[in-house]
T-cell receptor
Framework: AQKITQTQPGMFVQEKEAVTLDCTYDTSDQSYGLFWYKQPSSGEMIFLIYQGSYDEQNATEGRYSLNFQKARKSANLVISASQLGDSAMYFCAMREARFGNEKLTFGTGTRLTIIP | GAGVSQTPSNKVTEKGKYVELRCDPISGHTALYWYRQSLGQGPEFLIYFQGTGAADDSGLPNDRFFAVRPEGSVSTLKIQRTERGDSAVYLC??????????????FGQGTRLTVV
């Protein structure tokens, strides 16, 4: 069963507008972490933001915020005031906090294109 | 350099040949991970090292794949008898901590392997 689902293969957004990238996840664990990574054309994965399953407040990092709805198992990324440099692939990922588990499980990603 | 370094950046090999992919993690990072990213997909976990030992190799697809980290720093991913289906970007990541769900993994730019 797919654990991370990103339903938007591609999105086009006007520069300076806000954009929401969707992510839903599936786990039976109570303790887990959710991550968003950006992958520009250069290939490396750049960490953007983290949300823990027990965090009561939505995470924020500069222009990035995470809309965490635990009951719906969704962890959408919101980018405010989008910039041309935001054009990239964006991946949602989860790490289940089980003993010995260190791996990240990624979704299939969303390609975001910012239009000038 | 300060980041995770992977060499080569590109590798083209003939079907049936043996290849080695190298990863130089961030200095001092005890955990090292290998992921494989096929075209249009998110990264998929292959193996995780804690120090010199492979703590979790559950993602290795078959016994043609092997990885080592003999001195707890540089790691080499080895693929024997390469097949066209092995063509992908191989990503390496490292992190300073393990056992903490919010630990960020720092990724390299990947090695693009093409088997012809």
């Amino acid at each position: 069963a797919q654990k991370i689902t990103q339903t938007q293969p591609g999105m086009f957004v006007q520069e300076k507008e806000a954009v929401t990238l969707d992510c839903t996840y599936d786990t039976s664990d109570q303790s887990y972490g959710l991550f968003w990574y950006k992958q520009p054309s250069s290939g490396e994965m750049i960490f953007l933001i983290y949300q823990g399953s027990y965090d009561e407040q939505n995470a924020t990092e500069g222009r990035y915020s995470l809309n965490f709805q635990k009951a719906r198992k969704s962890a959408n990324l919101v980018i405010s005031a989008s910039q041309l440099g935001d054009s990239a692939m964006y991946f949602c990922a989860m790490r289940e906090a089980r003993f010995g588990n260190e791996k990240l499980t990624f979704g299939t990603g969303t390609r975001l294109t910012i239009i000038p | 350099g300060a980041g995770v370094s992977q060499t080569p950046s590109n590798k083209v090999t003939e079907k049936g040949k043996y290849v080695e992919l190298r990863c130089d993690p961030i200095s001092g990072h005890t955990a090292l991970y290998w992921y494989r990213q096929s075209l249009g997909q998110g990264p998929e976990f292959l193996i995780y090292f804690q120090g010199t030992g492979a703590a979790d190799d559950s993602g290795l697809p078959n016994d043609r794949f092997f990885a080592v980290r003999p001195e707890g720093s540089v790691s080499t991913l080895k693929i024997q008898r390469t097949e066209r289906g092995d063509s992908a970007v191989y990503l390496c990541a490292s992190s300073p901590l393990t056992g903490v769900v919010n630990t960020e993994a720092f990724f390299g730019q990947g090695t693009r392997l093409t088997v012809v």
